[in-house]
T-cell receptor, first 107, second 126 residues
Framework: DIQMTQSPSFLSASVGDRVTITCRAS??????LNWYQQKPGKAPKLLIY???TLQSGVPLRISGGGSGTDFTLTISTLQSDDFATYYC?????????FGQGTTVEIQ | QVTLKESGPVLVKPTETLTLTCTVS??????????VSWIRQPPGKALEWLAH?????????STSLKNRLTISKDTSRSQVVLRMTNMGPVDTATYYC?????FGAGSHAPSNFDYWGQGTPVTVSS
């Protein structure tokens, strides 16, 4: 199975900060990479698919990049609504593996 | 409006079989660009994909759990059912169903989970 590794696991930041989360795949997955946001007690929400395409309704301060094995999720100007846990997920294989998550906390 | 809703027991005993139902609305289970997946999340832990069923009834399963899982669908009732046998305490989790949307073309089209149910908590305990 493909392994997805996110870094960091925890991130402490302030409103207005620029934040970048990294996701690395154990093998090349082209651009078969999605990002989700999850808040406590809620279902995950799709943010980005195909590595860089913003899902409808997602604010433009959120962006994604990368291809092959290395991917990034960037929040250009952190807002209070962005404090959450973020997961990457590959759709290259039939296992649809998720990363272990990155929690963005208020500093 | 697309919605998915999970239903099933909150508590199951060790060795029992868990049966969960996902009732969908706003899309058809026969739509070739869509399917339904089951995903779970143990308390405080990461998401784990379990199984998927395609519009043509083709199924795929988690490598580590495939011997315990069965997914099926009833298109006329807009329902997808997941069965997991031999439940144990490590299976305690919130179980989600999600729509799988194939946004590319071809036999290896990329996909995402664009709509999710609210999740249903399942505890395994005697």
């Amino acid at each position: 199975d493909i392994q997805m590794t996110q870094s960091p696991s925890f991130l402490s930041a302030s409103v207005g900060d620029r934040v970048t989360i990294t996701c690395r795949a154990s093998q090349r997955i082209d651009k078969y990479l999605n990002w989700y946001q999850q808040k406590p007690g809620k279902a995950p929400k799709l943010l980005i698919y195909g590595a860089s395409t913003l899902q409808s309704g997602v604010p433009l301060r959120i962006s994604g990049g990368g291809s092959g094995t290395d991917f990034t999720l960037t929040i250009s100007t952190l807002q209070s609504d962005d404090f959450a846990t973020y997961y990457c997920q590959e759709s290259f294989s039939t296992s649809h593996t998720f990363g272990q998550g990155t929690t963005v906390e208020i500093q | 409006q697309v919605t998915l809703k999970e239903s099933g027991p909150v508590l199951v005993k060790p060795t029992e079989t868990l049966t969960l139902t996902c009732t969908v609305s706003g899309f058809s289970l026969s739509n070739t660009k869509m399917g339904v997946s089951w995903i779970r999340q143990p308390p405080g832990k990461a998401l784990e994909w379990l199984a998927h069923i395609f519009s043509n009834d083709e199924k795929s399963y988690s490598t580590s759990l495939k011997n315990r899982l069965t997914i099926s669908k009833d298109t006329s009732r807009s329902q997808v059912v997941l069965r997991m046998t031999n439940m144990g305490p490590v299976d305690t989790a919130t179980y989600y169903c999600a729509r799988t949307y194939f946004f590319g073309a071809g036999s290896h089209a990329p996909s995402n989970f664009d709509y999710w149910g609210q999740g249903t908590p399942v505890t395994v305990s005697s």
